[in-house]
């Protein structure tokens, strides 16, 4: 099973930052199986990110993603007060899928 | 529109069994890969089971054994019968369908809590 570390655990930024938010597998991933999430309280998950780089439709420019084998990476261009949330990488192989343990983004 | 609305959770003794429904408007499940993704009270995302096109379905190691997935297509409602609940499967249960690997619609989850 394919294990993905996020870091930071927590990170604390102001709005108008940037936001440079890590995932790192255990073994090399398929960029077409690595998926990004931001979830709110008391909300389910909503993806923004798929195929490690591929924004979903109506997500806002200002969150993109890269990355490829082990090393991948999430990154808000510019905060907004909207964008403090959990945020989680997900990955598939193997018939089997993993999620990171999370990042919180919190303001500073 | 595409919704996923979940049902059948509830507190359960350990030992127990709950059969979870997940009904589907705005797509057909059984045209869609569907999978149910668990997180425990104020934790991280687990997926739990995929059901397949085909009715192949998988389940993580920590359920395997004990949940059985499965769908109705006249109902357009996918389930999940857990048995054997232990407490370490108190979690909210979400079901979602699968895109290409990632999931892209989310239900607003059906709470399980598992005690005695």
């Known amino acids: 099973e394919i294990v993905l570390t996020q870091s930071p655990g927590t990170l604390s930024l102001s709005p108008g930052e940037r936001a440079t938010l890590s995932c790192r597998a255990s073994?090399?991933?398929?960029?077409?199986?690595l998926a990004w999430y931001q979830q709110k309280p008391g909300q389910p998950p909503r993806l923004l990110i798929y195929?490690?780089?591929s924004r979903v439709t109506g997500i806002p420019d200002r969150f993109s993603g890269s990355g490829s084998g082990t090393d991948f990476t999430l990154t808000i261009s510019r905060l907004e007060p909207e964008d403090f949330a959990v945020y989680y990488c997900?990955?598939?192989?193997?018939?089997?899928?993993?999620f990171g343990q999370g990042t919180k983004l919190e303001i500073k | 529109e595409v919704q996923l609305v979940e049902s059948g959770g509830g507190l359960i003794q350990p030992g127990g069994s709950l059969r979870l429904s997940c009904a589907a408007s705005?797509?057909?499940?059984?045209?869609?890969?569907m999978v149910w993704v668990r997180q425990p009270p104020g934790k991280g995302l687990e997926w739990v089971s995929v059901?397949?096109?085909?009715?192949?379905?998988y389940y993580a190691n920590s359920v395997k054994g004990r949940f059985t997935i499965s769908r109705d297509i006249s109902k357009n409602t996918l389930y999940l019968q857990m048995n054997s609940l232990r407490a370490e499967d108190t979690a909210m249960y979400y079901c979602?369908?699968?895109?290409?690997?990632?999931?892209?619609?989310w239900g607003q989850g059906t709470l399980v809590t598992v005690s005695s």
């Open positions: 979602a369908r699968e895109g290409h690997r990632e999931f892209t619609d």
């Open positions: 705005g797509f057909f499940v059984s045209r869609n890969y």
């Open positions: 059901i397949y096109s085909g009715d192949n379905a």
């Open positions: 073994q090399s991933v398929s960029s077409g199986y």
């Open positions: 195929g490690a780089s």
């Open positions: 997900q990955q598939y192989g193997d018939s089997s899928y993993t």
